[in-house]
């Protein structure tokens, strides 16, 4: 009996001890955008060496292998151009390329919106300019008009009346037909 308890205490604190070597396992390295970054596994082969922050006991960065001479000494030669804008061109994941075309939607979707919002308004604003040159033109005419008061009784528009409403309607017009 003494045995089997000796035994379980030791493999439980093997087991604890394993994961506390696991806990500490981590990488710590500052990606391109700058940024902090923390993580169980190696970082990306594109992060220098002189980035990478902390790393787990035991674990080696692979070699880099240096680039060709021409590449370095002559920095106009195409190997150098060509390494250059590798390196500076970001790399799309298919969730990054999935992630824009969507984006692209919803901003296409946005733009159709409004223009549709924009064409509805100067629908509104030139069916309002239409109605008040009409009106205008039937106040400028001299043409008897009535209207109804707020008793709902039948009056015929005086000559004040008619100069203010004249005003009203030439600022509407103006504000509208453009």
Not at 19 to 25: E, G, I, N, V
Not at 46 to 57: T, V
Not at 120 to 133: D, L
């Amino acid at each position: 009996m003494h045995f089997k308890s000796v035994l379980r205490a030791l493999l439980l604190a093997l087991t604890c001890g394993s994961f506390a070597l696991t806990a500490f396992a981590q990488w710590q390295w500052i990606d391109k955008d700058g940024r902090k970054v923390y993580s169980d596994r190696s970082p990306p082969a594109d992060i220098l060496e002189k980035n990478i922050l902390k790393r787990p006991g035991g674990f080696a960065r692979a070699a880099v292998t240096p680039e060709p001479a021409t590449s370095a000494a002559d920095p106009a030669s195409p190997a150098a151009s060509a390494s250059a804008g590798k390196a500076s061109a970001p790399k799309l994941s298919g969730k990054d390329a999935e992630l824009e075309a969507k984006k692209k939607q919803a901003e296409n979707e946005e733009a159709a919106k409004k223009k549709a919002e924009e064409e509805k308004i100067a629908k509104s604003n030139a069916e309002t300019c239409e109605r008040a040159k009409k009106y205008l033109g039937t106040l400028q005419s001299g043409v008897r008009i009535g209207t109804t008061n707020t008793k709902g009784e039948r009056e015929i528009m005086d000559d004040a009346k008619r100069a203010e409403e004249s005003k009203r309607t030439q600022s509407l017009v103006d504000g509208n037909c453009k």
